[in-house]
């Protein structure tokens, strides 16, 4: 779909959007801020011929964020398989711009001429060697991301527990799910986790780690159920005495 078929009345309900290609009309002002019913909007990324970001394309993200809309940059594995697009760029690129980033799987019934999953394999490995090498990057990265919440998962459950486990996203489902076979799936869960195992130590070290993350994240999560309940207490006093 291209951005300004967003704009047509037959698309005025559309809450999210992925995909999304733009040409030269695109760049027209009216199409410069988002439309109001949009919660998420994803773009194909488009490269020019320095292995950037084009410029058309820039513009308008820039826009779209400054709107407070969040932006998903969509990514041909084939771009960073051939390096016309460079891992370390579309990181920095992603921090910069403030955007998530979703690494497409290769999908041979679309393009014949796209990577392999054993490249998609190597790409994964290199976004991940470079986010261990940010510690304070925060921007959503799929399918790397989702697989990181996995293992989370697998601290606060068991491996066995989630055996079976699908994601419900309708994105991820439409893009990673489908495309990708269990084994697949498995493999680069594995990837993930035994590049994490490293980095921190083994093991023993992740679990620790992840236990403490989770441990913050349950602490903050009650004295946010704490901060409501106080305010809701005071309202209603407040309340009381006004009547």
Known sequence: MLLQELFEEK????????SVEINKESTKVEYSSPPENLEEIGFLFVIDEDGMMSEDLMDIVISYRLANLPVVIEVPSKLLSSEKLDIKYLVQLANNVDF???????????????????????IIEKMVDELLQKPNF????????????YLMLENILS????????????YI???FVQAMSKEDSDKFKNIIRNKLYDFYGGKENFDLIAKTMIDKIVS??????????VNYI???????QQN
């Open 11 to 18: 698309n005025k309900e559309l809450t999210s959007v992925y």
């Open 159 to 170: 491996p066995e527990a989630l055996k079976d486990f699908r994601p419900e996203q309708k």
């Open 220 to 229: 903050k999560a009650k004295g946010m159920f704490k901060d409501i309940v």
């Open 173 to 175: 489902t439409d893009n």
């Open 234 to 240: 005071q309202e209603q006093k407040q309340q009381q």
């Open 100 to 122: 998530a980033v979703s690494l497409l799987p290769p999908n041979k019934n679309l393009d014949p001429e796209d990577c392999s999953m054993d490249e998609y394999a190597q």
């Open 138 to 149: 925060d921007k959503f990265i799929y399918p790397i991301s989702n697989f990181f919440e």
